[in-house]
């Protein structure tokens, strides 16, 4: 069962000169309930600003340009008792929902969708370990939270609540009445994963959830996300440049660069069949603590700057293997397993098939051949082509 | 719950006399070097050595320098201010009678401006470059440019001069004809302070303003404030609950240093007004060189200062459970 | 120590080639500055007074000592009873005589006093910052430098005395002491006014010394003279000429207020003795034109200033 | 088998140690304030041969940085000696330590945080050059630093020479970096975490790059970082540091695929791995890391360690001893008062102590009831605890139901103690390198974990 289904969404930052930064181009994925999905790629290419505009978090200057992001799940007052949109909402033209009862969360107003935050999708941002305020103690911050959603809670029951949550995470409950600096690095991850958890989400969004830790909390912090996915049913969509964290934690993934999506599909397609350049190389850079000889080999060149890009491929500047089409317009999506049955390019259908967005997937052993060899990213190679 | 410890709040109380006594120092010897004396007013050409002599003594005058100092610097910690010679009483009793006024005066336009300038300076730090923001911006600027005494003649004018609705000067009626009762007397204070507040707080307010406004820009970043609005609230509870509150943290330090500030407008402001507080006798007895006076409304505005160094620690606590004074970790 | 002989260039060249990434650099701040309109418009009013206290001759209309009535020394007649009762005569355009803002008790043009004094409240303002830098900065620095040590504690033990000190009494105790000139004054807002400059700059080193670049120069073996003079001041010095600005705007309204309360150097001219001249004689209420241009201008002063140094402070700072 | 042991060190370092004091004025002094300063470094020692690559590893606070920055004189030790290529580094003269500026140089971390921003790549690569008095006049000094910028790939140096930080990207940032540490022709380069602030994609081209300089330079370096892979991929030898000691030391392959110290173990089990397959052990390990400020005594790591020994004659379970010792430890803390058993809904002492029994672990490694109790409590009865301590634990729960934390504590310091919390383990040699736990002590303690602890002897004699 779909839960986020994210169509040809488009942001940009507008800036003082008039010009403006894509900082995501016509990106689309799905998120199924129950599952963690990943968003996984570089500084500046897009996933954060991704994340947040499902919820209009965006900077001051950011903006939707176009595209819907359709939820399984509507505003309180347009829901029936069983949380689903009522007939008459769905019925009327100006309310932005669809036939399966799915609202276009991009078409919310500001007031609107701050019903949802939270109690539909919540996120844990970036710099969590700054998330919590100073201020005030950690269980009222929770309790906040609950009183927003669910008005006709008593102040009582929602400390009860935050008091659970916090136990639920691996911190005394006892602690719902310390402030954030007394707690260590993990505790306030956990607590503000508990936090995020306190109206039961269907969708969570974590940005970056680890980066900030140590390897061990880390670990732990990981386990801690599964097993509230187990508990209380919530789809993960995660946020991260940390490729090792993403292959263990995310059933399926898009791999983004440059504000758009390179490759997308399961993990195990995406690290086992890899079918684009982009990904090619990353997995060439990243080293892993198990093997013993490996030589990296990193992607030559710099992340372009997004700011009023021209329409070819985002990648070929650094790409070894571009050709004459790469410069003429940014390849759609190609279905990875077609292209690799019968040779032929078919844009891809079904947002949850392996899918790449090269012109070149029809010659995938080769690619991936060449890939592995160190030469082929020399930057002479890639200049003199 | 305080997070002071008594063992800080004592050392803080040290630290603070030891300043105090410095600046007496200081303070004597400066007044000492000023050219001229306050007995060069009372001595007239037909007096005698003697007579000279006599006065001299009478005011402590014929001891060599550090004795003076010594004596002054004792007697300062018993509460002997000694007397002055052009008002001729007892210092002690001048700065009791004055010294409330001044903090009327003083307590009230704090007050004001500390409530009025944080909440402007939360607004146009939440939106920062915003055309509201740079107008605001530049006409708070335009308004603590100008010269205290020129707006409070300016306000004279209007509301004394032209409308007759306010008095312009002192801080009773001269000459009541109405019944002395504590409520009477307060309308009348209440009554005749009201140009002088106006005055003060015109441009008293943007001090703390400029504090706050940058801070409250930078508040905007923190990820706390990206959570409360993921969280779902209001921008306004945003803004006033979860930015505000932390924005106003660096506002309690600036408070010590907008003080200096309205001391300076309360010197000129009860010189224009022609209200009895200290201010008019700080400038009054320097000028007459009346060191004893001098000497002790220094010390109090001094003490005024410490103190409200010690209270900002105080409210610091309050504002950021991060901070224990006092205590190692 | 490392000489800069060798860098002045061998060829004119290297000069350039040195020099072109640093001008770059200040166009593109220049541009950020435009980007404020109060900024260009505190620059805009500061050129207008700059050029009154350079040239106040192609300004104003008369000279300082031109009198109503009877015109331009040397002076040769007396007023009659009636004329000196007309005065302070408000705007007058040619009949009986042409002053656009009037004149004074004294029958002096307040246009023309105006224009004359605009160059003795710049130079206050410029010197007294200038000089509260001069003293703020250094003190910062070295105490921020020198953080947590014997030093810092001094000079923060220092920083407290002089807050405890009212800031106008004092000076005005400063100024009586060395007797009321223009350089006493300026040098009494100096010594009272470089607290502000030298905490921020203290703050300002701490962080910067923490710098890894700092830390780094220390590797290659650098002294400290030339930690402070090439890594930290450079990046110091954008905040202090903020604060320099600020200093300048409050030494323009502490030189008024000194001379309301007659504390002023009588023989300069100076909008503060405008001023002073219209309470002394009680014309308060009875001469608009000669009570607002003075604190018009004094607030336009001090306004510019302000003004230049917000602009400024956005431009240097590194957030954005 | 290690190629290191033949050369002359480079760098050694014996019994390092590093204390930072809390700042402290006049007053804090007059008035007599106890300081109480960080450990940053404790006691570490190591060898550092000619042409190697030693990595540093371990988490955030473990003294890692200021061992590095100790290493090139930005910190001086508090004790302990620190000799380049023989000489004490502590006791230089002027002329000596000129010479040292020379040949030590510093990569640092934040490549947005290590170039002034105030000045152009020339001057700021230049500067060791001016600083030195290296190299004549600008002609060559230019030359010089041309040649450097092409040496780590900024070439044609000249698009760079005048160019700000702020117009450069990171890794262009990093490898100016590079190049000004390189410009004085350095023996040994101190890189802390070089490349934890770039991408990805960049990274492995400046890892490289160091590579190939350490070739062309004749370079010894010190790898500080946070990223075991990284640490796996650059370094010949490697430490972990863990709160100011050095726990491990040797051949980096061997300590990745044996690790013997069990925070070693615990660090690598942590570690995500991009080759699917077989699901990854968790690391065993409770708590976070303690302030350095106020370190565990005896062996740092024994609070948080899942091989925790137990005193002679326990004769129950390591495990149980574990559970029981982590009892103790949550009473110290104050985590077990009467106060939160009320809020838990805990009756009597005994559900005091199967909920203070808990281990803080992943899944894995928790007993059924633990896992069943979603962490609050386990059974009693089923772990192996010998009935005196039980008696015990039973005591010191009632004591602090009663409030009497104090009495509780002494009880339980009384009878559950460990040789890790009294004694500071010294490094061992064992095998192929050195481990600091007790562990590797004596042989008494090798059927505990037997399968590693068996080598012990075999590098004893150097």
């Known amino acids: ?385 | ?329 | 120590m490392a000489t800069q002989q060798g860098d002045s260039g061998t060829d004119g060249g290297s000069v350039r080639r040195r020099w072109e990434p640093r001008i770059e650099r200040l166009k593109r701040g220049w541009d950020r500055y435009t980007e404020h309109r109060i900024g260009v418009v505190g620059l805009v009013i500061l050129v207008v007074f700059t050029l009154w206290s350079i040239i106040p001759g192609v300004f104003a209309p008369h000279s300082t000592e031109w009198i109503a009535y009877i015109g331009e020394p040397p002076i040769e007649s007396r007023l009659t009873a009636e004329q000196v009762r007309s005065l302070p005569h408000p705007p007058a355009f040619g009949d009986p005589f042409f002053a656009p803002l009037g004149t004074n008790a004294n029958g002096n043009g307040i246009l023309s006093l105006l224009i004359y004094s605009a160059k003795n409240a710049m130079y206050i303002g410029l010197a007294a910052g200038l000089l509260s830098s001069l003293v703020g900065v250094p003190l910062g620095l070295i105490s921020g430098f020198y953080g947590d040590t014997w030093i810092d504690e001094a000079i923060q033990r220092f920083v407290d005395i002089m807050y405890g000190l009212p800031f106008l009494p004092f000076l005005i105790v400063l100024v009586a002491i060395r007797g009321i000139t223009t350089t006493n004054i300026i040098i009494g807002i100096a010594v009272t006014s470089w607290l502000n400059n030298c905490i921020t700059v203290r703050g300002e080193t701490l962080s910067l010394k923490e710098r890894s670049y700092v830390e780094s120069a220390k590797v290659a073996g650098a002294s400290d003279t030339r930690i402070i003079f090439r890594h930290i001041m450079p990046n110091v010095l954008p905040i202090s000429f903020v604060f320099l600005a600020q200093d300048a705007a409050g030494a323009v309204i502490a030189q008024a207020s000194l001379a309301y309360l007659g504390l002023a150097d009588f023989t300069a001219n100076s909008w503060g003795i405008m001023l002073e001249n219209i309470k002394s004689q009680g014309y308060i209420f009875d001469a608009w034109w000669w009570l607002l241009p003075p604190g018009l201008a004094l607030m336009l002063m001090a306004a510019s200033f302000y003004f230049i140094g917000f602009s400024m402070e956005d431009v240097t700072n590194p957030q954005r | ?462």
């Open chain 1, 1 to 385: 069962m779909t839960l986020l289904e994210v169509n040809d969404l488009s942001i940009r930052y507008a800036i003082d000169d008039g010009s403006a930064v894509h900082a995501s181009d016509r990106v689309s994925f799905s998120v199924d309930r129950g599952e963690t999905y990943g968003l996984v790629g570089e500084s500046g290419c897009g996933k954060t600003t991704l994340a947040k505009s499902l919820v209009h978090l965006l900077d001051d200057n950011g903006y939707i340009e176009s595209g819907n992001v359709w939820f399984d799940g509507t505003l309180p007052q347009w829901a029936d008792e069983n949380g689903d949109a009522k007939q008459s909402v769905i019925d009327d033209p100006d309310k932005p929902v669809r036939e399966d009862g799915k609202t276009d969360l991009a078409a919310l107003t500001n007031k609107q969708i701050r019903d949802m935050r939270w109690r539909d999708i919540a996120i844990i941002p970036q710099s969590a370990m700054n998330a919590l305020n100073p201020v005030y103690k950690v269980g009222d911050q929770i309790v906040e939270a609950i009183l927003r959603h669910e008005p006709q809670t008593t102040k009582a029951e929602a400390h009860d609540r935050a008091r659970d949550l916090l136990e639920r995470v691996g911190i005394e409950p006892d602690r719902a009445d310390d402030y954030a600096h007394q707690f260590s690095g993990g505790m306030k991850q956990r607590a503000v994963i508990a936090m995020a958890m306190a109206c039961s989400p269907d969708l969570l969004i974590a940005d970056e959830p680890t980066t900030a830790l140590d390897v061990i909390i880390q670990d732990r912090i990981l386990e801690e996300l599964e097993k509230l996915q187990d508990e209380f049913g919530v789809s993960i969509l995660v946020i991260s440049h940390d490729i090792s964290v993403m292959a263990e934690i995310c059933d399926r993934m898009a791999v983004m660069y440059g504000g758009k999506v390179m490759e997308s599909g399961r993990t195990e397609d995406i690290f086992g069949e890899t079918a684009n350049p982009y990904t090619l190389g990353l997995k060439n850079s990243f080293p892993t603590i198990t093997s013993a000889d490996q030589d990296l080999v990193s992607i030559p060149g710099t992340p372009p700057t997004l700011r009023d890009p021209d329409p070819g491929c985002r990648f070929r500047e650094r790409c070894p293997f571009a050709i004459e089409e790469c410069h003429a317009e940014h390849p759609p999506m190609y279905d990875v397993a077609d292209a690799e049955s019968t040779g032929r390019l078919r844009e891809a259908t079904d947002q949850r098939a392996h899918g790449s967005a090269c012109y070149r997937i029809d010659e995938l052993e080769q690619l991936r051949t060449d890939a592995l060899n160190e030469d082929t990213w020399t930057e002479q190679r890639i200049e003199s082509r």
């Open chain 2, 1 to 329: 719950m305080t997070r002071i410890s008594g063992k800080y709040l004592a050392k803080r109380i040290v630290v603070s006399y030891l300043t105090l006594l410095v600046i007496m120092s200081l303070l004597f010897v400066l007044l000492r070097s000023m050219p001229g004396s306050f007995i060069t007013s009372m001595i007239s050409s037909g007096m005698t050595a003697e007579q000279i002599a006599r006065i001299r003594e009478t005011w402590g005058l014929n001891e060599p320098l550090w004795r003076q100092y010594l004596n002054f610097m004792i007697n300062y910690q018993t509460g002997n201010f000694g007397r002055s010679p052009t008002y001729n009483t007892q210092v002690w009793d001048l700065m009791i009678r004055r010294m409330p006024r001044t903090l009327v005066l003083f307590g009230s336009t704090f007050i004001i401006g500390f409530i009025v300038g944080p909440l402007v300076g939360m607004y146009l730090g939440w939106w920062r470059g915003s055309r509201k923001d740079k107008s605001i911006f530049s006409t708070s600027l335009l308004l603590y440019s100008m010269p205290s005494f020129w707006i409070s003649w300016l306000f004279i004018w209007v509301f004394n001069y032209e409308l007759d609705l306010l008095p312009s000067a002192y801080m009773f009626t001269q000459f009541p004809e109405f019944q002395w009762t504590a409520f009477t007397v307060m309308r009348d204070v209440l009554y005749h302070i009201a140009l002088p507040i106006m005055s003060l707080t015109f441009i008293g307010w943007v001090g703390s303003m400029l504090i706050m406004r940058p801070t409250m820009n930078q508040v905007t970043d923190e990820g706390y404030v990206f959570l409360a609005r993921a969280k779902g609230l209001s921008e306004r509870t945003v803004m006033v609950k979860h930015a505000a509150r932390n924005a106003l943290i660096p506002v309690a330090t600036g408070a010590v240093v907008s003080l200096a500030f309205l001391i300076d407008g309360s010197v000129i402001v009860e010189n224009v007004f022609n209200w009895p507080g200290m201010g008019q006798i700080i400038v009054s007895s320097v000028l007459n060189r009346d060191f004893p006076v001098a000497q002790a409304t220094f010390f109090m505005l001094a003490v005024l200062v410490v103190v409200m160094r010690l209270l900002t620690d105080v409210i610091y606590t309050y504002l950021d459970p991060r901070i224990k004074f006092g205590e190692g970790e």
């Open chain 4, 1 to 462: 088998m290690d190629r290191a042991e033949d050369r002359e060190p480079l760098v050694e370092i014996d019994g390092l140690r590093k204390l930072f004091d809390q700042s402290q004025g006049i007053i804090d002094t007059v008035l007599g304030r106890e300081p109480q300063p960080v450990r940053a470094v404790d006691g570490v020692s190591l060898d550092i041969h000619k042409g190697d690559i030693v990595g540093i590893a371990g988490e955030s606070g473990c003294g890692k940085t200021t061992l590095g920055k100790m290493l090139v004189k930005l910190h001086e030790p508090t004790e302990g000696a620190i000799r380049f290529d023989g000489n004490d580094i502590t006791e230089m003269t002027r002329e000596e330590e000129r010479e040292f500026r020379k040949r030590v140089q510093m990569i640092f971390q934040d490549p947005f945080e290590s170039l002034n921003p105030r000045m152009t790549v020339y001057d700021t690569i230049a500067e060791p050059l001016k600083i030195n008095d290296m190299v004549g006049d600008y002609d060559a000094r230019r030359d010089r630093v041309k040649q450097v910028l092409e040496d780590v790939g900024l070439g044609p140096a000249e698009v760079y020479l005048d160019a700000f930080p702020d117009e450069l990207s990171g890794g262009e940032r990093q490898r100016i970096a590079i190049a000004r540490a390189l410009v004085v022709d350095p023996d040994f380069i101190v890189c802390d975490e070089p490349v934890s602030m770039l991408d990805v994609s960049i990274r492995a081209g400046v890892l490289n790059l160091m590579k190939e300089l350490q070739d062309e330079y004749d370079l010894t370096y010190l790898f500080i970082s946070h990223d075991l892979s990284l640490i796996r991929y650059m370094c010949d030898r490697a430490g972990i540091m863990y709160l100011g000691n050095m726990v491990e030391q040797g051949p980096t392959d061997d300590i990745i695929d044996d690790p013997k110290h069990p925070y070693t173990e615990a660090l690598f089990d942590a570690v995500p791995d991009v080759e699917l397959g077989e699901e990854r052990r968790r690391a065993n390990a409770t708590g976070e890391v303690p302030s350095p400020r106020n370190p565990p005594s005896g062996c740092r790591y024994h609070p948080r360690c899942a091989h925790i020994i137990p005193p002679d004659g326990w004769d129950g379970t390591q495990e149980a001893f574990r559970r029981a010792y982590q009892f103790k430890l949550k009473v110290r803390r104050g985590d077990l008062s009467a106060e939160s058993a009320e809020s838990a809904d805990i009756a009597d002492a005994e559900a005091l102590v199967e909920h203070g029994l808990t281990l803080d672990i992943p899944e894995e490694y928790r007993s059924e009831t633990e896992i069943e109790s979603g962490g609050s409590k386990v059974d009693i009865a089923r772990i192996d605890l010998p009935p005196a301590a039980r008696e015990t634990l039973v005591d010191a729960a009632g004591a602090v139901l009663d409030g009497d934390t104090e009495g509780a504590l002494a009880t339980l310091d009384e009878a559950i103690t460990t040789p890790c919390e009294s004694r500071r383990p010294e490094p061992q040699p064992a095998g192929t390198r050195e481990v600091a736990c007790h562990l590797y002590d004596e042989p008494g303690f090798e059927e505990l974990d037997s399968s590693t602890a068996g080598i012990a002897p075999a590098a004893a004699e150097d």
